[in-house]
């Protein structure tokens, strides 16, 4: 896998546009569910009530402190992305061409689940969330990188799974 790299328009097509090359054909964030959003308010709660002894100024500080460090802690976890751009499967910080890729599998529950624990390779890159059940297994097929396959969950993977067979069809 490579590190990410700046990708560049090219043609005369205008971004964004569906004839343009680095326009997504696939783009998921894999944003927390909203019942995280409760628990961040009962941690910004738990954060002004360990304040309250010191008086309410302090109160509110830690309700505020609490809260903003859960909220980013939240964010920060849900912002995982995984987008098929510019004949490149970008999750997370891998950047893959679809070249290097061989067979896209589309799991279920019960298979993504196995695929996360005993069927699990370690050499294997994993971009998965607990809060999302589906993923796609895309084997690596390059020689010179010892990842033998990529686990991505996603709550679509029947589009990430098209939008990489797409790629691979037009290039």
């Known amino acids: 896998m490579q590190p990410p790299a700046p990708s560049s328009s ?8 569906p004839a ?18 409760a628990i961040v308010a009962l941690l910004a ?3 002004g009530l360990v304040m309250f002894p010191l008086g309410t ?12 460090a859960a909220g980013v802690g939240a964010s920060s976890y849900g912002s995982a992305r995984i987008r098929v751009v510019a004949g490149s499967l970008v999750a997370g910080e891998a950047r893959v061409p679809v070249s290097a890729l061989g067979a896209v599998e589309v799991l279920d529950e ?3 689940r196995a695929w996360r ?6 050499r294997a890159f994993m971009l998965l969330r607990s809060y999302v059940p ?21 709550r679509d993977p029947e589009g990430l799974a098209a939008a990489v067979e797409a790629v691979r069809e037009a290039g």
């Open 10 to 17: 090219s043609g005369s097509s205008a971004p964004g546009s």
């Open 45 to 47: 709660l738990s954060g």
């Open 110 to 112: 019960e298979e993504a």
């Open 57 to 68: 100024v302090p109160t509110l500080g830690g309700v505020i402190a609490a809260g903003v």
């Open 117 to 122: 624990t005993h069927k699990a390779d370690p």
């Open 134 to 154: 589906r993923a796609v297994r895309v084997e690596v097929t390059d020689p010179a990188d010892p990842t033998p396959y990529l686990y991505l969950s996603s």
């Open 20 to 37: 343009s090359p680095a326009a997504p054909r696939f783009d998921e964030r894999l944003t927390v569910p909203g019942s995280w959003w």
